[in-house]
């Protein structure tokens, strides 16, 4: 058997001597950084909208909620692809595009953590002795729906790198 051919190792060198391993993680830099921002943002900016949409309950909260209807209609990938097509192909506008394809779903999630959480003991308590509607967002909402937050965005951090991955080959990226 011929131990010195690399057709078969996973991880190692190629025929040329080069690391397989360090080749990989230097190409995936890009889409991993482009991933994690694009998630960290639209995560950010969905959990804001969730929070106070399922927080207030408000005519602004309705309008927030039909625009995100209205993004949910379109498919991700055409919605991302013309966003990029609008603002131009480069990394920034990518991690835009992306962000603005992921805070529906973020803010879904985090609206209906909220709108259950709003009716707990704690934040009756908290109105009760007179706290602020920002006391109890940041301090008592807030940190009881972060688990379905840190969920989502562990989730969605990969659709993220296969959208962008897909957009780059589009020639968009």
Not at 36 to 57: D, E, H, P, Q
Not at 105 to 113: D, E, M, P, Q, T
Not at 114 to 120: A, D, F, G, I, W
Not at 144 to 162: D, E, K, Q, R, W
Request: charged residues 10%; contains cysteine.
């Amino acid at each position: 058997a011929d131990t010195d051919s690399c057709d078969d190792c996973a991880v190692g060198t190629d025929n040329f001597g080069r690391d397989i391993l360090s080749r990989t993680l230097w190409g995936a830099r890009v889409s991993v950084f482009v991933g994690i921002a694009a998630v960290a943002f639209g995560t950010f900016l969905g959990s804001a909208c969730g929070l106070v949409s399922g927080y207030c309950g408000s005519r602004l909260a309705f309008l927030v909620q039909r625009a995100m209807d209205v993004i949910l209609a379109l498919p991700m990938l055409v919605l991302a692809m013309t966003v990029v097509s609008l603002l131009g192909a480069s990394t920034t506008n990518v991690i835009i595009a992306l962000s603005i394809v992921l805070i529906p779903g973020a803010n879904r999630i985090v609206r209906g953590s909220v709108l259950s959480e709003k009716e707990s003991q704690y934040v009756l308590a908290a109105r009760a002795i007179g706290c602020g509607h920002g006391r109890i967002l940041f301090r008592h909402l807030l940190p009881n729906v972060m688990a379905p937050i840190i969920v989502l965005a562990s989730i969605t951090l990969g659709f993220a790198i296969l959208v962008e991955s897909s957009l780059s080959f589009l020639g968009l990226g």
